[in-house]
C-alpha cells in the first residue's frame, strides 16, 4: 500500500509511505530537493516508537542531504529513506526486496543508499528490484566509510584552528560517539595524528575492536556526551545537541559525523553562547558520497582526495564567516547552501531521472 504523507510547510517535494504485509515492509521515502539533480541519500532501518518519529527524521534527514550535496558542489538533490524496523531481528531478503520496489515506484526521483542499519549487502538485495541504488561494487568499487571519516577529520581540524589558533591535534583530546564504520575510521585518523581518543558505543564488539587497533579508552555510553574533552565528535545518532545536553557539554568544539545533530534550530544559538565552535553536520560528513560521486565519474585517486579535501575548507569558510558576522555556523552553512541552490535555475538540471546519478 502506496500513500502520499503530509509534510511541515510543504517544504519538500514529495513524501510517501508504503506498507507491505508480506513482507512485514513499512517504509518512508522524503524527497526534499531535486533543483541540482535526482534525490540521493541513504536508508536508515530504526525501531522508531511510532510513525510520526520516522516521518520526522526523514524529512529532516532528506533536508540535509540538500544541504550536503548543494555545499559540496555535487549534481544530487536530497532525499532519505526511513524503514521501521529492528535491523537486527526484522531484516529479511523479502523485506529488503520490498523495500527495492518501493525505490523502484519513484522512477529514479530517488536514488537509495546504505545507512545506519543498513549495508554494502543490503543494497546489493535491494538492487535486485530497483535499478535505483548507489554505494553498490557497479556504482562504487570501494567503501566510502572511510572517506566520509576523512572529510570529518580535515572538518574537525578546521574546528579546532578557530577554537585554539592551530589545527595541531597533538595531545588533543576528542571523544567519539559511535564506533561504528565512520566513527573506527574517525578514532584510526585522530590517534595517528596524536590525539587522545575517548570513545563509547553501545555495541561491545565495536569498542573492543577501536580499543584493541587504535588505543582508545573506553568511556560509558551515557557518559560520553559530557566527557571533558577538546573535541566532541558525535559519530551516532542525531538529535543528541538540545537544549538539556548543551548545558552540561565540556567541550570547546563540536565536529562529528551524525546527521541532524542539533535538535532545533534554537541549539545552534545556544552552542553559540556558550563559545562552543560547532562543524556543521551536513558540511562535515559529506565524505562518502563525494567519494561516491568521484568514483562514479572514475576519477584518480589524486581527483578523489583532493574533493575530499575540499571539505575541510568548506568547514573552515563557514566558520570564519560564522564569527565575522557574529552568528551560528549552522544558520551560515544552510544560507551557503541556500544561495547554491536559488543560483540554479529549474531549466539548469542537467540530468536524466531514469536509472542511476
Known amino acids: 500500500m502506496l500513500h502520499l504523507v503530509g509534510n511541515k510547510n510543504n517544504e519538500h517535494e514529495k513524501v510517501v509511505m508504503t506498507t507491505d504485509a508480506d513482507s512485514g515492509l513499512t517504509a518512508i521515502i522524503a524527497i526534499h530537493n531535486t533543483r541540482l539533480g535526482p534525490a540521493v541519500g541513504g536508508c536508515r532501518m530504526f525501531p522508531y516508537a511510532q510513525d510520526d518519529d520516522a516521518l520526522e527524521d526523514a524529512l529532516r534527514l532528506s533536508r540535509g542531504m540538500t544541504y550536503k550535496s548543494a555545499l559540496a558542489g555535487l549534481p544530487f538533490g536530497g532525499g532519505k529513506s526511513v524503514i521501521i524496523g529492528d535491523p537486527r531481528r526484522d531484516k529479511t531478503p523479502a523485506l529488503l526486496r520490498a523495500m527495492g520496489e ?7 526521483h530517488y536514488c537509495i543508499a546504505e545507512d545506519s542499519g543498513t549495508s554494502p549487502a543490503d543494497m546489493r538485495v535491494i538492487a535486485e528490484t530497483t535499478p535505483h541504488v548507489t554505494g553498490i561494487e ?24 578557530q577554537a ?6 597533538t595531545g588533543r583530546t576528542v571523544a567519539i560517539q559511535g564506533l561504528g564504520h565512520v566513527g573506527y575510521h574517525l578514532a584510526g585518523y585522530l590517534s595517528a595524528a596524536g590525539a587522545k581518543v575517548f570513545a563509547s558505543d553501545i555495541n561491545a564488539e565495536n569498542l573492543l575492536r577501536a580499543e584493541k587497533d587504535f588505543g582508545i579508552e573506553p568511556v560509558a555510553p551515557e557518559k560520553i556526551l559530557h566527557h571533558t574533552c577538546d573535541i566532541l565528535a558525535p559519530c551516532a545518532m542525531g538529535a543528541i545537541l538540545n537544549e538539556d545536553s548543551i548545558a ?41 558520497i563525494v567519494d561516491i560521486y568521484q568514483q562514479q565519474q572514475n576519477a584518480s585517486q589524486e581527483t578523489r582526495a583532493l574533493a ?32 547554491k541552490l536559488n543560483a540554479c535555475s529549474q531549466n539548469e538540471r542537467v540530468y536524466q531521472w531514469a536509472g542511476n546519478p
Do not use: W
Open 102 to 108: 518501493f525505490v523502484n515506484s519513484l522512477a529514479g
Open 138 to 161: 557497479k556504482t562504487c568499487r570501494e567503501d566510502p566509510s572511510p572517506a566520509t571519516a576523512l572529510g570529518v577529520f580535515l572538518g574537525l581540524k578546521a574546528g579546532v584552528k
Open 164 to 169: 585554539f589558533g592551530h589545527d595541531t591535534l
Open 248 to 288: 552540561k557539554l565540556r567541550t570547546q568544539v563540536i565536529a562529528g559525523a551524525a546527521n541532524n545533530q542539533l535538535a532545533t534550530d534554537a541549539d545552534d544559538d545556544r552552542l553559540k553562547a556558550r563559545n562552543i565552535i560547532y562543524c556543521p553536520d551536513f558540511a562535515i560528513n559529506a565524505g562518502g
Open 308 to 339: 575530499i579535501q575540499r571539505i575541510g575548507q568548506n568547514v573552515a569558510d563557514i566558520l570564519e564567516r560564522a564569527q565575522g558576522m557574529k552568528l551560528g555556523a549552522q544558520q551560515i552553512a544552510v544560507a551557503v547552501a541556500e544561495e
